[in-house]
């Protein structure tokens, strides 16, 4: 059973460009979780998300950022018109679908620098 | 809204001794989970606890979940420079299916040989 997967591992974009991370949850988990990791900052939550739906965006920045997870494929975190500040390591984690608390699997994160 | 205390914030330890790291919420725990990141990866899931009292290990590294469920201590036994990393501590704020885990800042190990 495969992990959690994100591409590209690496992301290099100059300001104002757009970046689109990609997250393939684990075999059988329908609830995927975006976090980012700013240097010299803990983790932070971004957004929830399950099959075509939002759940929690809480924790997204209200302009430019934006998330999906489409019925097929991957879930996609998108980030339009970037800034430095947007410089960090974006992780996904996944959870199976089952009521309570569920251990939520991270992926390698993709580290965005924006030049 | 609930925050996650990691103390101390690096450590350093000559391989072959016990360390302790500790991580304390402001609010009732509903799941407690500790992580391993390497430097310039991902987290690696270690272990959860959910009730108070509950212990748990795994190799050399043991948690606890106090009976307050406010606390929880991971403790490394004999460490060795493989356990060199970050730990990290999460805890869910609600106790419900689907809720975001929040972080403490981590503690920085390293394991000197």
């Known amino acids: 059973n495969a992990g959690v997967m994100q591409n590209p591992r690496h992301l290099v974009r100059r300001r104002g460009q757009e970046a689109r991370l990609r997250c393939s949850p684990m075999?059988?988990?329908?609830?995927v979780y975006w976090y980012r990791q700013l240097p010299e900052e803990g983790l932070k939550f971004m957004v929830y998300l399950q099959k075509e739906n939002i759940i929690d965006e809480s924790g997204m920045p209200k302009e430019r950022f934006s998330a999906e997870f489409p019925k097929e494929g991957p879930s996609i975190l998108r980030i339009q018109q970037v800034v430095r500040g947007d410089s960090a390591a974006y992780f996904c984690?996944?959870?199976?679908?089952?009521?309570?608390?569920?251990?939520?699997?991270f992926g390698p994160g993709t580290r965005l620098l924006v030049l | 809204s609930q925050e996650l205390e990691q103390s101390p914030q690096s450590l350093i330890v000559q391989e072959g001794k016990n360390l302790t790291i500790n991580c304390t919420s402001s609010k009732t725990l509903y799941g407690l989970y500790w992580y391993k990141q390497k430097y310039g990866e991902g987290l690696i899931f270690l272990m959860m606890l959910q009730k108070g009292g509950e212990e748990k290990s795994h190799e050399k590294i043991t948690a606890k979940l106090d009976e307050k469920k406010q606390q929880s201590s991971l403790h490394i036994t004999a460490s060795q420079p493989s356990h060199a990393g970050i730990y990290l501590c999460?805890?869910?704020?609600?106790?419900?299916?689907?809720?975001?885990?929040?972080f403490g800042k981590g503690t920085t190990l390293s394991v000197s040989s």
């Open positions: 984690a996944s959870s199976p679908p089952e009521q309570g608390g569920e251990t939520q699997y």
């Open positions: 999460g805890a869910f704020t609600h106790n419900q299916a689907g809720t975001a885990l929040i």
């Open positions: 075999k059988g988990h329908s609830h």
